[in-house]
């Protein structure tokens, strides 16, 4: 009886590490908080920018794992309180068109942000998973640029 019950308990063990609850892939997005901004014009009209390195890493997921880059939201937010926001409609293009992140893996570009004034920078990445959830999951970042 009692090896028929350690069998029993080794195969719900086994089953439960097998099971959909298991973390899958996650994706974070990673850069500096703070950056120095410079004076810059657009149209002819005086700006305020920053240049910094962002970068996506795919971690937790299994070796047959991979993100798909499916868009996202950013807003502005300047010292004065006015505020600016949009939507990407894919989001590859902030990682010089890598359109598939691999479990395990990272990718990293220069971006450039200019506005007005001095501004806080917001933007969420959503990205699909080639295993587990048909839902979009979502990466955050955030920096000052002063």
């Known amino acids: 009886m009692r090896q028929r019950l350690l069998v029993v308990g080794t195969i719900l063990l086994a089953a439960a590490c097998n099971s959909s609850t298991a973390p899958g892939l996650v994706v974070t997005l990673t850069g500096p908080s703070t950056v120095q901004g410079f004076d810059t014009t657009i149209g002819g009209a005086a700006a ?76 969420v990445l959503y990205y699909s998973r080639a295993t587990g959830a048909n839902h979009a999951d979502s990466a955050m970042f955030s920096y000052s640029c002063q």
């Open 48 to 123: 305020y920018g920053c240049h910094y390195l962002l970068t996506a890493t795919a971690g937790a997921g299994g070796s047959h794992e991979y993100a798909t880059w499916q868009g996202g939201h950013y807003s502005y937010v300047r010292q004065d309180g006015d505020t600016l926001s949009g939507q990407y409609q894919g989001a590859s293009g902030l990682f010089g068109g890598q359109e598939v992140l691999a479990a395990g893996a990272s990718a990293s570009a220069m971006q450039e942000n200019v506005w007005t004034l001095p501004f806080q920078f917001s933007e």
